[in-house]
């Protein structure tokens, strides 16, 4: 149980209680299961809990005022400095809460042949820290304040297998793989009266972005009359949905996309072999269920994505991959849509490494206690489900951030 007070908030919301529980039930241990040999390990998990975050801005509840220019007062035409009212002050302002659920199991059978971990969780964070800005409209001239309106949820699993074993005398050898799944949603913050539900941030992950729905590219006049398009619309350019129906593309038709750079799924397996002497690791890691924002066309006077300019729409090739885009934000096809976004899943061989112990034998000759020669290789390979042109683990549209090194080491290790 805890008792926390914070001077970030006013006094009469300074301190929040948040108690937290957990207990454990070694299943294995129970006169009942003596029986089951291969049960090495098995206990079940449960715990529950809140934590109250006070890091934000201090002192919100107090009302700001900012210095300006000022003005001219008398008959010397001097600037005056002066003071003008800043953000409005929340005398509400208080803790944001995240209430934490998890059941977890752990078990090892066989005698380490196989072992498991899991976890199943829910998290929900209220009281989260948002500015009023969209149903307070513009005119009431109000710098607004943050408040306590935010609520989040987030749940998914972790679980991890291992596998370990003697196949043969001098041979060992351990697998661990593990994966983790976790969506987030966000449950309430404020939006404007009348937002359309295929616009609405409330039900839809963090991160998520407006976008039109391309459904096509243009290849004749005659479709581009027979279709709502926004003016200037040529052929060759992307054909957008009427999503509200009302013959007109404009913003009113975008939808926000469940689909963010954040991934959903990461997962990882580590491969450990050892044959007298020798050892050898290697380790793959991954993700899926992530899309990431990438706008092929470069700057106007810079290079183009080979596969852009192999593939782009012209009298040679009427069935092209890409619309009719050179460089300039402001036309048809170079509008933000889920044309341009791409899945970002992948696997990478992260690191290998081999190495060799030379012999107690040889080396405490030489007045040493181990020795160890290794070379180790990092991002050797990435496996690429559809994002060929960046690093699917950055955080750019466009590539032009330096990709991660290819990276090679050889070593030796001396203990004394």
Same mark, same amino acid.
């Given at each position: ?15 929040? $209680?948040?108690?937290?529980?957990? +207990? ?9 299961? #003596? ?12 715990? &529950? ?5 006070? #890091?934000?801005?201090?002192? #919100? ?53 196989? *072992?498991?971990? =899991? ?18 409209? +513009? ?20 679980? +991890? ?48 972005? =407006?976008?039109?729905?391309?459904? *096509? ?34 913003? =009113? ?37 992530? &899309? ?5 066309? #470069? ?9 852009? +300019? ?30 341009? =976004? ?67 080491? $050889? ?6």
């Amino acid at each position: 149980m805890r008792y926390d007070g914070s001077t970030n908030f006013p006094a009469d919301d300074r301190y929040g $209680f948040f108690p937290g529980v957990s +207990a454990g039930w070694v299943m294995s241990k129970e006169s009942f299961m #003596q029986s089951a040999n291969f049960i090495d390990n098995l206990k079940l998990r449960a715990s &529950w809990g809140q934590m109250g975050n006070d #890091q934000i801005i201090p002192f #919100q509840y107090l009302a700001t005022y900012n210095l300006t220019q000022g003005a001219v007062f008398g008959t010397d035409k001097t600037i005056r400095p002066g003071t003008e009212r800043g953000v409005e002050p929340n005398p509400n302002v208080t803790w944001e809460i995240a209430t934490t659920t998890n059941l977890g199991l752990d078990a090892e059978f066989w005698d380490g042949l196989l *072992g498991i971990t =899991l976890d199943a969780f829910k998290t929900r964070r209220e009281n989260i820290l948002t500015p009023r800005i969209a149903s307070v409209p +513009a005119y009431a001239g109000l710098e607004l304040p943050d408040e306590n309106l935010g609520i989040v949820e987030n749940k998914g699993f972790e679980l +991890a297998l291992t596998h370990r074993n003697r196949a043969t005398e001098g041979l060992n050898y351990s697998i661990r793989g593990n994966v983790s799944y976790a969506k987030n949603k966000i449950i309430n913050m404020d939006e404007a009266i009348g937002t359309p539900d295929w616009q609405s941030e409330e039900g839809k992950p963090m991160g998520s972005t =407006l976008l039109y729905n391309a459904i *096509g590219i243009y290849r004749s006049q005659e479709e581009i009359d027979n279709s709502p398009h926004p003016p200037g619309t040529r052929v060759y350019d992307l054909k957008y949905e009427d999503v509200n129906g009302d013959g007109n593309i404009n913003s =009113l038709d975008r939808v926000r996309m469940p689909m963010t750079a954040t991934p959903e799924v990461i997962f990882g397996a580590n491969f450990s072999i050892w044959y007298e002497n020798f050892d050898l690791n290697v380790f793959f890691q991954g993700q899926t269920r992530a &899309w990431k924002y990438f706008w092929i066309p #470069q700057g106007r006077f810079g290079n183009v994505i080979e596969d852009f +300019a192999q593939n782009r729409p012209g009298p040679n090739n009427p069935n092209s991959k890409y619309p009719h885009v050179y460089s300039a934000e402001d036309q048809i096809s170079a509008w933000e849509s889920d044309f341009w =976004l791409y899945d970002a899943s992948f696997i990478r061989l992260k690191n290998v490494e081999l190495g060799y112990t030379l012999a107690n034998s040889f080396i405490q000759k030489i007045g040493l206690q181990s020795t160890r020669v290794y070379i180790n290789g990092f991002n050797l390979l990435t496996f690429l489900d559809e994002l060929d042109y960046v690093d699917p683990e950055g955080d750019e549209f466009r590539g032009s951030h330096y990709p991660q090194n290819r990276v090679f080491n $050889f070593g030796i290790n001396i203990t004394l």
